[in-house]
């Protein structure tokens, strides 16, 4: 079992940046976060594999960078141009899927216990 822990959210206003951090308790060939509002289900944001390979959702591409440090086992999320909508739980997630379906897997089993990221227009 992978333990995630995640730091990193506050509030800040739009247009502002936050990374978000998400340590890993072992050695993982796919990581991920995903974000939730109250009352909806948890959607993926950016996932990344072990090449380094990544997908993101259409809402924050070009605004957010997920990147690994393998040698440390650390997953950031870089936010840019951040928008109220962007509010949320952000949780980070990984896994041992292999190359493209990582890119595209919502059925992670792990998860850290979310950072919170409010943004004010």
């Known amino acids: 079992q992978v333990q995630l822990a995640e730091s990193g959210g506050d509030s800040v206003q739009a247009g502002g940046s936050l990374r978000l951090s998400c340590t890993i308790s072992?050695?993982?060939?796919?990581a991920a976060w995903f974000r939730q509002i109250p009352g909806k289900e948890r959607e993926p944001v950016a996932r990344?594999?072990?090449?380094?390979?990544?997908s993101y959702d259409e809402s924050v591409k070009a605004r957010f960078i997920i990147s690994k440090d393998n040698a440390k086992n650390i997953l950031y999320l870089q936010m840019n141009n951040l928008k109220p909508e962007d509010t949320a739980m952000y949780f980070c997630?990984?896994?041992?899927?292999?190359?493209?379906?990582?890119?595209?897997?919502?059925?992670?089993?792990?998860w850290g216990q979310g950072t919170q990221v409010t943004v004010s227009s």
């Open positions: 997630t990984a896994s041992w899927y292999f190359d493209d379906y990582c890119l595209r897997a919502n059925d992670f089993a792990n």
């Open positions: 072992t050695n993982v060939l796919c």
């Open positions: 990344i594999n072990t090449v380094g390979n990544t």
